[in-house]
């Protein structure tokens, strides 16, 4: 009989966030969403920013549900049943604060690139602009209130 759960690790550079059953996950990869179902396929996918959302089985009379968090960078890889997640970053959903995000946007957007090196221009500006984008997402799921963090 197929397996109903696979087992889903999310992992920071500071801590072991979720080791934990799971029956669904939603992952953002840098060129999109991707889904994960039990048995599925061997995949190793770059990490992107975005909202990661995990479903939990059900135990018992106790319903699983879902939380999400906020991740940036990273990798993931789905073999033998096993989800890994090696993010750069991830921020539980509770944790985000709209109001906190949008002052992290205004920040953001008032900067400008003051390098004069061409390269560490372009650096400056991409990291300016994925300071925003992390900002934005911060908005839009602060705002949304999506399920539990993790």
């Given at each position: 009989?197929?397996?109903?759960?696979?087992?889903?690790?999310?992992?920071?550079?500071?801590?072991?966030?979720?080791?934990?059953?799971?029956?669904?996950?939603?992952?953002?990869?840098?060129?999109?969403?991707?889904?994960?179902?039990?048995?599925?396929?061997?995949?190793v996918a770059k990490l992107g920013l975005g909202e990661l959302r995990i479903d939990f089985p059900d135990k018992?009379?106790?319903?699983?549900?879902?939380?999400?968090?906020?991740?940036?960078?990273?990798?993931?890889?789905?073999?033998?049943?096993?989800?890994?997640?090696?993010?750069?970053?991830?921020?539980?959903?509770?944790?985000?604060?709209?109001?906190?995000?949008?002052?992290?946007?205004?920040?953001?957007?008032?900067?400008?690139?003051?390098?004069?090196?061409?390269?560490?221009?372009?650096?400056?500006?991409?990291?300016?602009?994925?300071?925003?984008?992390?900002?934005?997402?911060?908005?839009?799921?602060?705002?949304?209130?999506?399920?539990?963090?993790?």
């Amino acid at each position: 009989m197929a397996e109903k759960t696979f087992q889903c690790r999310l992992i920071t550079p500071t801590a072991q966030v979720l080791d934990e059953p799971a029956v669904y996950a939603s992952i953002p990869a840098w060129d999109g969403l991707f889904g994960v179902l039990p048995n599925r396929g061997p995949i190793v996918a770059k990490l992107g920013l975005g909202e990661l959302r995990i479903d939990f089985p059900d135990k018992g009379t106790a319903k699983g549900g879902s939380r999400s968090c906020l991740v940036e960078d990273g990798f993931v890889q789905m073999v033998n049943n096993r989800l890994t997640i090696l993010a750069a970053k991830a921020f539980p959903v509770e944790t985000l604060n709209a109001s906190e995000a949008e002052a992290e946007l205004n920040e953001a957007s008032a900067r400008t690139p003051t390098e004069a090196d061409p390269t560490r221009r372009r650096l400056e500006t991409e990291r300016i602009h994925r300071d925003r984008e992390r900002a934005r997402a911060k908005i839009r799921l602060a705002r949304r209130g999506v399920g539990r963090g993790l």
